[in-house]
């Protein structure tokens, strides 16, 4: 066996991990009305089964990085699938740090699924290592990128306590208009949450069915001398394409449900790579997140908000809302130095310049001055409470476009990111 197989190895082995301390942490909230224990013990002891389980998981999750890092002989962190592996990685250490902190067995039931997530999100792109461009061989990218997310991580962790808080301080029962404006938000992000669930079982599905379709796509080049050249490339789709690419043929379609040839073209202001399969992805993603989100609001007969709420009964908001700022509060001098500081110096290097306007760069700086008028706002107006858990509810959906929307459509340095 390859050190590259025994990776991938390690890799299943701490998704299923992941999976079973899910379980655990579960068991150890939701089942203390079914114990015959006294609640606080039977918390304490599944919980600390469930986070011997994750910490099991998160040093799979280690071996996987290291092995793959000396077998690919290059940092795994260079393309789509490696740098979403290395932010659940991260997310599980930035969890681990805060559970030593605290000892909230709740905060594992919010925090490992968002890992299970990103695990499962990470596999649906090309797993082969890759060689490294040029302007990624450089050992300022493996201290830009390995503290960026690190940095992220912590914010994600800061998000699931914000969304507990919320969960647990909204009354889902009151019929004011200020109360269903905030249940309405709560549920907005539970239902994002299944979108992105409901992608991962889109790719899968199709995949396990063999689903393919191709086109070509003509593209006009415009070189420094304002000289125009057109290329053509060919775009595969694993998804039935309801969205085409914009200025293509069909080459090769699989009829779904009727369906012989794609709905819509992908707008021309789309100009990221791939754009139009990604916009498709998108739209299969929402398609089979509100199928699931549907099919919960039947078994559940509520809105996921109000069937959660009852489990946070018993748990101290103010425990909630000082994680979730503790959590940020860490994340916030990590993310300056990876996110801005290290990326700079990288930019230096690679392009010649420290700045240069390039979209995930500008997001990253969003994303930098958000959480910054976050703490402010902490510190300076005692912004805590409901105010506080919105903002780190927020502040992680611009973290997640960073990441992940600024590749879907628009162009730039570093769209190489998300092929």
Not at 21 to 35: E, H, T
Not at 248 to 271: C, T
Not at 374 to 392: I, V
């Amino acid at each position: 066996m390859s050190l590259l197989d025994f990776s991938s190895d390690a890799f299943m082995v701490a998704f299923f991990l992941y999976c079973f301390a899910f379980l655990f942490y579960v068991i150890a909230i939701a089942g203390k009305k079914w114990s015959n224990r006294d609640p606080k013990q039977h918390e304490k002891r599944w919980g600390r089964i469930a986070f011997i389980v994750s910490t099991a998981g998160l040093v799979a999750h280690l071996t996987f990085f290291f092995t793959r890092w000396i077998g690919g002989k290059q940092i795994p962190t260079s393309n789509m699938y490696e740098f979403m592996t290395f932010l659940g990685m991260a997310i599980m250490i930035a969890y681990t740090i805060v559970y030593a902190m605290y000892r909230k067995p709740l905060l594992g039931m919010f925090a490992i699924p968002l890992t299970i997530i990103i695990v499962a999100y990470a596999s649906v792109f090309p797993q082969e290592v890759q060689p490294l461009i040029p302007a990624l061989n450089s050992v300022w990218l493996k201290v830009h990128v390995t503290t960026a997310a690190l940095g992220e991580a912590f914010f994600a962790v800061g998000f699931a306590a914000g969304l507990m808080y919320l969960l647990r301080v909204i009354n889902f029962t009151d019929k004011t208009k200020q109360a269903r404006r905030a249940q309405f938000w709560v549920e907005f992000t539970l239902y994002s949450i299944i979108v992105i669930v409901g992608f991962i079982i889109a790719v899968f599905g199709f995949r396990f069915a063999g689903y393919e379709a191709s086109f070509t796509q003509e593209k006009v080049l415009i070189d420094n001398k304002g000289q125009d050249s057109t290329i053509v490339d060919t775009v595969n789709y694993y998804l039935p394409p309801i969205v085409q690419p914009y200025n293509s043929q069909i080459v090769e379609f699989q009829s779904f449900l009727g369906m012989d040839k794609p709905l819509f073209e992908a707008p021309y202001w789309m100009n990221g790579v791939n754009a139009g399969r990604k916009l498709n992805t998108v739209v299969w993603s929402i398609i089979a997140g509100t199928l699931l989100y549907g099919v919960l609001r039947l078994i559940l007969r509520k809105r996921l908000g109000a069937a959660i709420h009852p489990v946070m009964e018993g748990i101290d908001a103010d425990d909630l809302d000082e994680i979730s700022y503790r959590a940020i509060a860490i994340g916030f001098p990590i993310f300056t130095l990876g996110g801005l500081i290290f990326a700079m110096i990288w930019a230096e290097i690679a392009w010649g310049r420290f700045w240069g306007w390039d979209p995930k760069e500008v997001w990253a700086l969003i994303t930098w001055l958000f959480y910054s008028a976050y703490l402010h706002f902490r510190l300076s107006r005692g912004w805590q409470g409901l105010r506080s858990a919105w903002l780190a509810v927020i502040g992680f959906v611009i973290v997640l476009f960073t990441l992940i929307g600024v590749n879907l459509i628009i162009a730039g340095l570093h769209s190489y990111s998300g092929v």
